[in-house]
């Protein structure tokens, strides 16, 4: 099988991989491990500003809602029922099993294909034209950090590539950037006259363009929103483990309200729609797009005119900003950063039906860790933003009346009678090691996308307090004693590096079923959540991100419904084997896909994350050393 080039190469000012070595393959590992190539694309931070500005824009209501809100007061229609979300006909239909009293509903988040994996480990994966494929698109606005054009058009449907308008949201804005010369160059415009370049501004020299989403608007009247992990390069979406949230199609639709939340005329107050609804996930996609002030003008005065009521799940971001807690307004819209992370968990009810006595468990899995600082105070910061929950819950119920709001879909519950208060959750973090990234598919090549820092005094002392937190990406061998045992459930992941980015709480330490499930684009940083509470009560976010939030209860469709979530593994579409021994049997059941094996294995004692800036001269399968490089 032919090798695939990657496009691009890392930086000259980076030291290279020794390609003096032979190229075995790793024939030990897989059989069907393919030798990737060895030029690689090269990340690019931002620069410096060089100009004050207010960073944080308010939200403004584009020229166009004026018109939707006349055309809606004349012309009112009714709210379609609130359903999952399905993306394909074959993930739409909806499983039925275990005496056909269980509903299975797959995982909203699908992994991304292996390229060098074989199609068994692949079942229901993604690839980005599959995404970007269908000829009824009209419009994409692709949102992200690196791009390689030709890469992205290429995805597009043959007879209409040269007809998509095509935005490129990118942070490198300062006009000498490589990158943003090389994207904005006279080959690249004579090529792609449909493609049109946005620069977002960055204020900060260590914050980053970071958000990976595509907002596509159709010929068929309908639009989506997709959600990924992913580097528009072709390195990502080869051998590195990735994930993808796609929402339904979203019809167009007469609106009654205002999607931020404002009253309208005969209105006394603002409107407030539940977290996790789709009217909220609208409200709260466009408070981050207006962050972009009125660059994205073209797009929100679009977008607004769609239904967004079938979307189950809560969109979180992060824009350059400084907040301040106290004037934030959690029942109309929901904050950026981990003060929006809390918004978000402190409306999600917690199930007490595992019966299991461990606490719950918080697991972090990301493809870089930051500086934190010398002492573990941002980290528990974070960890105790992470263990809120909510004693009540909004769920949605069928409605048949006309006419009628979506928001009025979520009824609220009775608050729960009050239980003896729990351990507080444990918290994992899984990154690999030095060796996993040396005998991933990709080799040494994989490490250009995986960061921690581990040099300096103060990042040792990080090391310190994080060790006995971390857990390793891939799993290793288990004996046939240890199958027996504590059979290992697997995600045919282990191989292809991590990109991707998952906060999950199990409800044990048993790891059987899932409370909540974030996907998003943001590591483990202070620049893309925020500083715990800065100068002035403020919480400084420096970085772009965006991600979203699933949990059972937003798939209930009346008060009676049981539901539970939980991991699935090789596919998206959890099974009577998800629920006859683990869980016992629920009216829906739905599924996560699981990008790594559960359980996962702690760090040895002198096991260290593997760190792209400092050298190692154990060679990888490829038979590379990696002298190590320095960012620019």
């Avoid at 004579?190 to 907002?215: C, D, Q, V």
């Avoid at 968990?345 to 600082?373: C, E, K, M, R, Y």
């Avoid at 260290?608 to 990888?620: F, G, M, N, Y």
Wanted: charged share 20%.
């Amino acid at each position: 099988m032919a090798t695939r080039s990657p496009v691009g190469s890392p930086s000259t000012k980076r030291r290279k991989l020794n390609s003096d070595q032979p190229n075995d393959g790793p024939t030990a590992i897989l059989d069907t491990v393919q030798a990737p190539s060895k030029s690689l694309s090269r990340p690019i931070s931002p620069p410096p500003s060089r100009r004050r500005r207010s960073a944080t824009p308010e939200v403004s209501t584009p020229r166009a809602l004026a018109q939707v809100q006349a055309q809606a007061q004349a012309q009112a229609q009714t709210t379609p029922p609130l359903r999952a979300p399905a993306t394909a006909t074959s993930r739409a239909a909806i499983n039925q099993g275990y005496g056909e009293s269980a509903t299975y509903i797959p995982s909203p988040v699908q992994l991304t294909r292996i390229r060098d994996l074989p199609a068994s480990h692949n079942v229901d994966a993604v690839g980005l034209e599959d995404v970007l494929g269908d000829p009824l698109i009209r419009e994409c606005w692709n949102f992200n950090f690196l791009f390689d054009l030709d890469f992205v058009m290429s995805k597009f449907d043959p007879d209409v590539r040269d007809l998509v308008k095509t935005k490129i949201v990118h942070g490198f804005w300062r006009r000498e950037d490589e990158q943003r010369i090389r994207m904005m160059g006279q080959e690249t415009a004579e090529r792609f006259p449909n493609l049109e370049l946005i620069s977002a501004y960055i204020p900060n020299p260590f914050g980053t363009h970071h958000s990976k989403m595509l907002i596509l608007l159709r010929h068929d009247d309908t639009a989506q929103v997709i959600i990924h992990t992913a580097n528009m390069i072709t390195r990502d979406w080869q051998n590195m483990t990735q994930a993808v949230w796609r929402s339904p199609l979203l019809p167009l639709h007469s609106l009654t309200t205002n999607p931020f939340g404002s009253p309208l005329a005969g209105q006394t107050e603002p409107l407030k729609h539940p977290i996790g609804s789709g009217e909220r996930f609208k409200v709260d996609l466009f408070h981050y797009l207006n962050a972009y002030e009125k660059k994205l003008r073209g797009l929100t005065e679009q977008l607004i005119a769609y239904d967004f009521s079938a979307i189950r799940a809560a969109f979180i971001g992060s824009a350059p900003s400084r907040q301040k807690p106290s004037e934030a307004d959690s029942s109309t819209q929901t904050s950026f950063g981990w003060l929006g992370v809390r918004e978000i968990l402190s409306a999600i009810p917690i199930s007490s039906s595992d019966d299991s006595s461990s606490p719950p468990n918080i697991v972090i899995q990301t493809s870089s860790i930051a500086t934190l600082g010398p002492t573990p105070t941002w980290l528990t910061h974070l960890q105790s933003v992470l263990s809120c929950s909510s004693a009540s819950s909004s769920i949605a119920t069928a409605s048949t009346a006309t006419n009628s709001k979506s928001s009025e879909f979520f009824a609220k519950r009775k608050p729960t009678t009050p239980k003896p208060k729990k351990t507080p959750p444990t918290l994992m973090i899984i990154f690999p090691t030095a060796d996993e990234i040396r005998m991933s598919l990709d080799g040494y090549g994989s490490g250009f996308s995986i960061h921690t820092k581990l040099q300096s005094p103060a990042q040792q002392k990080q090391l310190e307090y994080l060790r006995p937190l971390l857990y390793h990406w891939r799993t290793s061998n288990q004996d046939e004693k240890e199958r027996e045992a504590n059979p290992r459930r697997e995600a045919h992941r282990g191989l292809a590096a991590p990109h991707i980015k998952t906060y999950i709480r199990f409800s044990s330490a048993e790891q059987k079923t899932i409370d909540w499930a974030m996907m998003t684009s943001a590591n483990l940083s202070k620049q893309a959540w925020g500083e715990a509470e800065y100068k002035k009560g403020e919480i400084w976010i420096q970085s772009w991100e965006c991600g979203v939030v699933v949990w059972p209860d937003l798939f209930r469709t009346s008060a009676d419904d049981s539901v539970t979530m939980v991991p699935v593994f090789g596919k998206d579409t959890p099974g009577a084997e998800s629920v006859k021994e683990d869980v016992g049997v629920k009216w829906k059941v739905i599924g996560f896909r699981m990008p790594y094996d559960l359980q996962p294995e702690p760090y040895g004692e002198k096991e260290v994350p593997w760190c792209a800036t400092a050298a190692h001269e154990k060679l990888d399968w490829k038979g590379q050393a990696w002298s190590g490089y320095q960012p620019q």
